[in-house]
């Protein structure tokens, strides 16, 4: 189909909540954040499509 930039997501952004008990229920298993890819929660309008 011509993609040449694509990223897999299979463990979701934020990732699962961890079991243990220390972490007291926060997100920091696996997923896109937490493998150290890039992570923000500013949203940049020039990388936004709008209809």
Sequence with gaps: MGYTNVY???DGF???KSK???D???RTVNGW???GL???YAL???KMHFE
């Design 38 to 40: 890039p992570w923000t």
């Design 24 to 26: 007291n229920g926060q």
């Design 14 to 16: 934020e990732s699962d």
């Design 20 to 22: 243990v008990l220390a």
């Design 44 to 46: 940049n309008e020039n």
């Design 33 to 35: 954040k937490n493998n």
């Design 8 to 10: 897999s997501v299979i």
